[in-house]
């Protein structure tokens, strides 16, 4: 007879050894950094690249539709709008794709008001069990304390995408995802039960990610950006 198992209420060396993952042995020290926007948004966007360029090296930025806005960084222009979801995952896999050497890779919506030295901070405090991590911390989860703290169990709940990092290992992992890649064509209700049109719920799909496949999610307050 076989019986299910939560691991979820796993310590961390037991989830580890169940599912074959291995707890991050050193925080990730390099970065591969993301910022996705659309157009319409040029202001936003040239002030959340000025901040991220300043904490961040290897910055790509990508456009969700035709724009002439001259941001002076590297970017990749869709050819036309795809919606906030298809171009946050394709941005996700181009990043891995351009920087495969990447200990983490930080994906940054075009509205982020980062702290200082945010990379430095990221190196020094990154959870060993942490697959993902939100630095965005609305105020739903202010009552867990300052610092980081797992939400790993909230799967769809999860409130935020406004910026996400992933583990080298977390980030291959999500975009060969079976449900992930699919979510496009086939996309999943919401926590409140609604459906979407596969277009947007990037916080979603990741929170649904991280519980079906019992990867540590964390958030942090106050807010890193």
Known sequence: ??????LH???DMQRS???????IKTTPQSFAVGVTTVKGREVECLATVGQVDKSFE?????IDGPTKCAIGTASTKRLSNVGAWPNWYLALQEMIFAHPE????LIFQDDCNLVHELGEYLSATWPRNASVVSMFCPECYADKGPGWSDVSTHGRRLAGAVALGFT???AR??????????????PFKDHRGLS???RKHIDAVVGDFCKRTYRGLFVHWPSLV
Do not use: C, K, P, W
């Open 196 to 198: 979407g049109d596969g």
């Open 102 to 105: 990447a200990d983490a890779y």
């Open 173 to 186: 992992a999500f975009i060969t995802d079976l449900v992930v890649s699919r979510y496009r064509f086939e």
């Open 9 to 11: 209420h796993l310590d």
């Open 17 to 23: 050894e169940f599912i074959g993952l291995d707890m």
């Open 1 to 6: 007879e076989q019986t299910d198992i939560d």
């Open 168 to 170: 080298r290992e977390a």
């Open 58 to 62: 290897n910055v790509q930025l990508y």
